[in-house]
């Protein structure tokens, strides 16, 4: 079975502050994507990657960026959080039959 | 710009009824995928069914199945016999064609809430 993995399941950060969400895929997955979940808006893509050091901005990356040093990892930065970033982060990685594969999420509370 | 639209913001239905939950879906492309996800109260995404726009076959598994068609942009889901363990929400989703093959990102609608009364 596909396996991601979120750094935290919950996480509470003060405005300002710089803030890591770490995902980890074990199937060698080359794509990577963030996405955010906020009640009425559904889904939002924010950064993906189709390879390591690369990435590409979804529909809502300000006030984001992303690092892909490594296949298996895919971070996401807040690089000064706000109370707008509160929110459901969920990492997916898709596997060779296209479907994407989704994380637990990391429910950020920033404050 | 791709667009994914679930009205159905929420249904309640008595088990063992059937239930059919609408997706309508604007795309440019020629070549996309369609999807469905699961998220139960866990919060988890699970997936459910991948199509491309070259397959318009109606597909079946199980008490589900889907109904796509190009004609009206629709890719909609049914369930049969509906179950408690149905009730979450789901989600419809679209993604164009990546230039190195494969799905790009996806586009979600906003998903619809099915509440399963037994």
């Known amino acids: 079975d596909v396996k991601v993995t979120q750094s935290s399941r919950y996480l509470v950060k003060r405005t300002g502050e710089k803030v890591f969400l770490e995902c980890v895929q074990d199937?060698?997955?080359?794509?990577m994507f963030w996405y955010r979940q906020d009640p009425g808006l559904g889904l939002r893509l924010i950064y993906f990657?189709?390879?390591?050091?690369?990435?590409e901005k979804g529909d809502i990356p300000e006030g984001y960026s992303v690092s892909r040093e490594k296949k298996e990892r895919f971070s996401l930065i807040l690089e000064s959080a706000s109370t707008n970033q509160t929110s459901m982060y969920l990492c997916?990685?898709?596997?060779?039959?296209?479907?994407?594969?989704f994380g637990p999420g990391t429910r950020l509370t920033v404050t | 710009a791709q667009k994914v639209t679930q009205a159905q913001t929420e249904i309640s239905v008595v088990e063992k009824e059937d239930v059919t939950l609408d997706c309508v879906y604007e795309?440019?492309?020629?070549?996309?995928?369609l999807f469905w996800y699961k998220q139960p109260p866990s919060g988890e995404l699970v997936f459910l069914i991948r199509?491309?726009?070259?397959?318009?076959q109606n597909e079946i598994s199980g008490r589900y199945s889907w109904n796509f068609q190009k004609s009206t942009s629709s890719f909609n889901f049914t369930i049969t016999a509906s179950q408690v363990v149905d009730s979450a929400v789901y989600f419809c989703?679209?993604?164009?064609?990546?230039?190195?093959?494969?799905?790009?990102?996806?586009?979600f609608g906003k998903g619809t809430h099915l509440i399963i009364q037994p």
């Open positions: 997916a990685s898709r596997g060779t039959g296209d479907e994407q594969y």
């Open positions: 199937m060698d997955h080359e794509n």
């Open positions: 990657s189709y390879d390591v050091k690369m990435k």
């Open positions: 795309t440019r492309d020629t070549t996309y995928y």
């Open positions: 199509r491309n726009s070259f397959d318009e």
């Open positions: 989703a679209l993604s164009g064609w990546y230039s190195g093959g494969g799905a790009d990102g996806l586009t």
